[in-house]
């Protein structure tokens, strides 16, 4: 077995691939919340702005809790 090959994993590693996948899911649904309540907006509200920024808020808070039970296993 050569020096090479071996590898290691550290604990900074999998805390940093963890908050990776946290902020991927947080923007892929924060802009799911965002695209969801555009299609609302135009829709059925006429054109307001807060079905935008509820549904946001929403996917930016499914990824924060996602995010927090990822990091306290």
């Not at 077995?1 to 924060?30: H, P, Q, W």
């Not at 930016?60 to 306290?72: D, F, I």
């Amino acid at each position: 077995m050569t020096a090479s090959s071996t590898k290691f994993n550290y604990a900074e590693d999998e805390y940093g691939k963890k908050l990776d996948r946290c902020v991927t899911d947080g923007i892929i649904k924060s802009t799911g919340g965002f695209l969801i309540g555009t299609v609302l907006s135009l829709t059925f509200f006429k054109r307001k702005a807060w079905p935008i920024l509820i549904a946001t808020g929403f996917g930016a808070g499914m990824a924060y809790r996602t995010c927090e039970k990822e990091l306290n296993k």
